[in-house]
C-alpha cells in the first residue's frame, strides 16, 4: 500500500521555525521527485518546493525562496521541508507527493499556522 504520511506541523509565532517531514512507503522512493504544496482556507493548493529524484535539483515557490529549504534522505524514504522566518500567510494545510510519469501520490497534510 502506497503511503505517504506528512508530520511536523503546528502552531508557531511569526518569525518561528518549523520542520515538515514526509515519509513515504509502499514505492521505490528514489524513483520519485518528491514536491510540497500547500493550501490556505478558500485559496488554491499551490506548490512550495520540489526535490528531483535525479540530482536532488529543487524548486522553490518565489514566496519561500531564502526561507525554506528542502531535503531528501533516500536511505529513509523521507522528504523534509525546513521553514525558517515564517509569516502569517505561509499558514495553510501543507501536503506532500510524489511523481514519477503518470503516477502521482498525495499525502493526507499537516496544518501549519503561524500566528502574527
Known amino acids: 500500500e502506497v503511503q505517504l504520511v506528512e508530520s511536523g506541523g503546528g502552531l508557531v509565532q511569526a518569525g518561528g521555525s518549523l520542520r515538515l517531514s514526509c515519509a513515504a512507503s509502499?514505492?521505490?522512493?528514489?524513483?520519485?521527485?518528491i514536491g510540497w504544496f500547500r493550501q490556505a482556507p478558500g485559496k488554491e493548493r499551490e506548490a512550495v518546493s520540489c526535490v528531483s529524484s535525479s540530482d536532488g535539483s529543487t524548486y522553490y515557490a518565489d514566496s519561500v525562496k531564502g526561507r525554506f529549504t528542502i531535503s531528501r534522505d533516500n536511505a529513509k524514504n523521507t522528504v523534509y521541508l525546513q521553514m525558517n522566518s515564517l509569516k502569517p500567510e505561509d499558514t495553510a494545510v501543507y501536503y506532500c507527493n510524489a511523481v514519477r510519469g503518470f503516477n502521482l501520490y498525495w499525502g493526507q497534510g499537516t496544518q501549519v499556522t503561524v500566528s502574527s
Open positions: 509502499g514505492f521505490t522512493f528514489d524513483d520519485y521527485a
